[in-house]
């Protein structure tokens, strides 16, 4: 990821029961793991809700053009 770089990312979100999209943003606190069940996460900046999220499962990104 590209430090402080605006993105969008896209995953399916267990909460809305679906798949959302999300204007985002790679900061220091940021991170990528895999969980305990062997599922990636990743923690990012979400410039919509101005706070921290984290996407579990496939997720796009697409940088701002």
Same mark, same amino acid.
């Given at each position: 990821?590209?430090? +402080?770089?605006?993105? #969008?990312? %896209?995953? #399916? /979100?267990?909460?809305?029961?679906?798949?959302? %999209?999300?204007? /985002?943003?790679? %900061?220091?606190? &940021?991170? /990528?793991?895999?969980?305990?069940?062997?599922?990636? &996460?990743?923690? #990012?900046? +979400?410039?919509?809700?101005?706070?921290?999220?984290? /996407? %579990?499962?496939?997720?796009?990104?697409?940088? +701002?053009?």
């Amino acid at each position: 990821m590209i430090k +402080d770089i605006n993105f #969008y990312v %896209t995953y #399916y /979100a267990k909460k809305y029961g679906g798949v959302i %999209t999300r204007k /985002a943003k790679w %900061t220091d606190e &940021c991170k /990528a793991w895999l969980s305990k069940a062997n599922k990636p &996460c990743m923690r #990012y900046y +979400d410039l919509n809700a101005d706070g921290y999220r984290t /996407a %579990t499962g496939n997720v796009r990104i697409k940088y +701002d053009s």
